[in-house]
């Protein structure tokens, strides 16, 4: 009996290893590749002068930043066991930063693109002229890390490597102080502010698709344009409340559990129930990288406007290598490209 329970101790004890390695090695490669793609689409000239685009264009950047530096260097230490927060200060001090600020970046980022779309969606027209404003999307995107960076800038300076750990100094004030403000700003605020931003647009969109539908019974040729646009910001709408519904699931754990290792920090626990609790808290964060790693999924799956920009993007990029492998093609002239861009449409 004392045999198995030590086997299952063991297999405990190497399941966050594992869930690391493989479940986030996954995180980063879809992630990595989501990124690369949304940042491609939203600087398209469909997508780049509607100030949404904007805040997402910004967002993907900082997503970017969260995998290839906060997501890796787990992998590496809590996947791989190498050791590089407790063996060198200045990665210890930046990623316990950038866990934090790359994560609070990237959610107000999103944040502001379903802000602009609730204002665009508004039935009062004081509250859709602030919608669509692009000097100040330029602007809002230097503010938002600018003051998250004042916010959490204090573990630059104040974690070290102490006894072979990264860890904040042994200030009974600080630790309550650091810990609850991660809980509130980076796991609480989010999940409530997307399930409440979440709420109110599609409220929005209800009462405006009430008030369109009976002034286009009679259909016109001129109605063409404007439809498909607001079939696209339809679209873009669905897109947003999807990802907002997967913040809000992914990110109330990571808060209760935050919550619950801070209140029971003090507390006596057998070495199986710590093997079983840090096998919980490796899913829990890992899970907590899915809003970030599903970004381009969920558009691409949700937004016909997005996916018809991807693939156009994708087509023109294997026609110009297909244009340099055979010369003889590309010397046709523009148009034989006709036919592949009314494909593409």
Same mark, same amino acid.
């Given at each position: 009996?004392?045999?198995?329970?030590?086997?299952?101790?063991?297999?405990?004890? %190497?399941?966050?290893?594992?869930?690391?390695?493989?479940?986030?090695?996954?995180?980063?490669?879809?992630?990595?590749?989501?990124?690369?793609?949304?940042?491609?689409?939203?600087?398209?000239?469909?997508?780049?002068?509607?100030?949404?685009?904007?805040?997402?264009?910004?967002?993907?950047?900082?997503?970017?930043?969260?995998?290839? *530096?906060?997501?890796?260097?787990?992998?590496?230490?809590?996947? *791989? /066991?190498?050791?590089?927060?407790?063996?060198? #200060?200045?990665?210890?001090?930046?990623?316990?930063?950038?866990?934090?600020?790359?994560?609070? &970046?990237?959610?107000?980022?999103?944040?502001?693109?379903?802000?602009? /779309?609730?204002?665009?969606?508004?039935?009062?027209?004081?509250? /859709?002229?602030?919608?669509?404003? $692009?000097?100040?999307?330029?602007?809002?995107?230097?503010?938002?890390? +600018?003051?998250?960076?004042?916010? +959490?800038?204090?573990?630059?300076?104040?974690?070290?490597?102490?006894?072979?750990?990264?860890?904040?100094?042994?200030?009974? &004030?600080?630790?309550?102080?650091?810990?609850?403000?991660?809980?509130?700003?980076? $796991?609480?605020?989010?999940?409530?502010?997307?399930?409440?931003?979440?709420?109110?647009?599609?409220?929005?969109?209800?009462?405006?698709?009430?008030?369109?539908?009976?002034?286009?019974?009679?259909?016109?040729?001129?109605?063409?344009?404007? $439809?498909?646009?607001?079939?696209?910001?339809?679209? %873009? #709408? &669905?897109?947003?409340?999807?990802?907002?519904?997967?913040? #809000?699931?992914?990110?109330?754990?990571?808060?209760?559990?935050?919550?619950?290792?801070?209140?029971?920090?003090?507390?006596?626990?057998?070495?199986? !129930?710590?093997?079983?609790?840090?096998?919980?808290?490796?899913?829990?964060?890992?899970?907590?990288?899915?809003?970030?790693?599903?970004? *381009?999924?969920?558009?691409?799956? $949700?937004?016909?406007?997005? !996916?018809?920009? +991807?693939?156009?993007?994708?087509?023109?990029?294997?026609?110009?290598?297909?244009?340099?492998?055979?010369?003889?093609?590309?010397?046709?002239?523009?148009?034989?490209?006709?036919?592949?861009?009314?494909?593409? /449409?």
């Amino acid at each position: 009996m004392s045999n198995s329970t030590e086997s299952i101790s063991a297999a405990l004890l %190497l399941a966050p290893y594992q869930l690391n390695i493989w479940f986030g090695s996954f995180l980063w490669i879809t992630g990595n590749f989501g990124c690369l793609c949304n940042l491609m689409v939203f600087r398209s000239r469909s997508f780049r002068k509607r100030t949404y685009s904007i805040y997402l264009f910004a967002a993907a950047i900082a997503d970017f930043h969260y995998f290839n *530096f906060v997501l890796i260097t787990r992998i590496l230490q809590n996947g *791989f /066991r190498i050791s590089l927060m407790n063996r060198f #200060t200045i990665i210890c001090k930046l990623r316990q930063f950038s866990t934090v600020w790359g994560n609070v &970046v990237s959610f107000g980022l999103f944040s502001c693109a379903v802000i602009d /779309r609730f204002l665009s969606t508004h039935r009062s027209n004081a509250y /859709r002229k602030w919608s669509n404003q $692009s000097r100040l999307a330029y602007r809002i995107i230097f503010i938002v890390p +600018f003051f998250w960076f004042l916010c +959490f800038g204090h573990r630059i300076v104040l974690y070290s490597i102490n006894n072979g750990a990264c860890s904040p100094p042994a200030n009974i &004030v600080y630790l309550y102080y650091d810990n609850y403000f991660q809980v509130i700003f980076s $796991s609480l605020t989010p999940a409530l502010s997307m399930s409440v931003l979440a709420y109110y647009l599609l409220k929005n969109v209800r009462i405006l698709r009430r008030r369109i539908v009976p002034e286009e019974i009679v259909p016109t040729v001129t109605q063409r344009g404007p $439809s498909r646009i607001s079939q696209m910001d339809k679209q %873009l #709408t &669905v897109m947003l409340v999807t990802e907002s519904i997967i913040a #809000t699931i992914t990110y109330l754990p990571y808060a209760i559990q935050l919550t619950y290792s801070n209140i029971t920090s003090g507390w006596y626990k057998t070495p199986l !129930r710590l093997a079983w609790e840090q096998v919980g808290i490796e899913i829990i964060h890992l899970f907590s990288y899915i809003f970030f790693a599903t970004s *381009f999924y969920v558009s691409i799956i $949700s937004n016909v406007g997005f !996916r018809r920009i +991807f693939r156009r993007l994708f087509g023109k990029s294997r026609s110009n290598r297909q244009a340099q492998q055979n010369p003889s093609v590309a010397g046709i002239g523009t148009k034989a490209t006709v036919p592949m861009n009314g494909i593409c /449409r």
